[in-house]
């Protein structure tokens, strides 16, 4: 059996991760075509993948324009660019594995969906939660009735102090009008993940939060506006200057530092952070998304689920605590720790699992979800997806109601 051919629209750090996949596999998967305005990720990745000349394109539109080349097209532009890619390809008959979040709002959204079930391809988001080993041994004890019916769960992303600072603050997804809001770029997957454990649909949602620290009133007076001329920075726990090169001295040059600089040197990191975003004080940032959230979710039958984001913490795997009627559940994203009402036993299963380094973030989520995506459609079989077009819009809906919630204050019904 010949390869998928695979063609990449927007080859930034997640398209990247995700092409990796071919060259760990190149008899399942093949890179064919690639669209990138940035000449050195354009290049690299045609270098990386030996794309023919013909099928490399700075807009995915004049990607789209070409007569169908490839069986799926992996959409990793920036948030708000999804919408014309995925309708564009799916009209042209191409399967989509489509970077989350679907798109910023929800008429998008509806609208990506629409496409996709009108012209019957095979479409996946970056849902990677839904795909980890932890989540499908976890599914498979839920299921099996071990601590009996599932009434409440409690969910914590802790993102990292570093990370918030990086992404939320000074980064991509700063500012809701550039990107999307928080808990949607952030943290859409972890209501998606939520749905899926409680395998029932969300009927009713309340959020609260705010963007409390990072903004100028919370600035120290000796603080300057960038980290290399601050008086203020060695004390400062968000100092981009300590953090970017100590990732250096490591010699840790994947993600975040490749999102900041292709040069891989002290003098490239620093010209960076000079003259760049990465280097600003993030009290004087043009950053308005929040960093810290609460949501609460009430489901068909009456369960409960809360889940809370924080940029507050250590950077850390979620955290969740499952209840049912006959025992409970804690789980950090790589070990399940069950505890039975009745005998009274605890029970550890470790879930580690060895996955290439280019694809084993998010628990192994993100080589998973890519080998699911290319299994689905070399068989052309779209059951496999653990997250189809409408749960996907479903997720989504519950996701947009939360934000509603917390701006106008008051609970949603779904």
Known sequence: MKPVELIIAGAGDRGFVYASYAKTHPKRAKVVGVAEPRDFYREKMVEEHNIPEENVFTDWKDMVKKKKFADAVIIATQD?????????????????????????????????????????????????LRYTRYTQKLKSILDSGLIGDVISIQRLEPVG??????SFVRGNWRNEKESSFMLLSKSCHDLDWIRYIMSKKCTTVSSFGSLSHFHVENKPETAGSNCLECDYEPECPYSAKR??????????????????????????????LRVGPYGRCVYECDNDVVDHQVVNMEFEGGETASFTMTGFTKARQRETRIFGTKGEIYGNGTKIQIHEFLSGKTEIIDTSDEVPASLADHGGGDYALIDTFVSAVAQNNPSLILSGPEETLETHLMTFAAERSRKEGKIISL
């Open 80 to 128: 708000h660019m999804h919408r014309e890619p995925a309708i564009a390809f799916a009209k042209k008959g191409y399967h989509i594995l489509l970077e989350k979040p679907m798109a910023p709002d929800e008429k998008s959204c509806r609208a990506i969906t629409k496409a996709v079930l009108s012209n019957d391809i095979i479409f996946a988001l970056g849902h990677v």
């Open 161 to 166: 102090y570093w990370h918030q600072a990086h």
């Open 243 to 272: 953090f970017y090169l100590k990732l250096l001295q490591r010699g840790k040059t994947g993600w975040p530092l490749r999102t900041i600089t292709t040069e891989m040197t002290k003098g490239g990191i620093v010209h960076e």
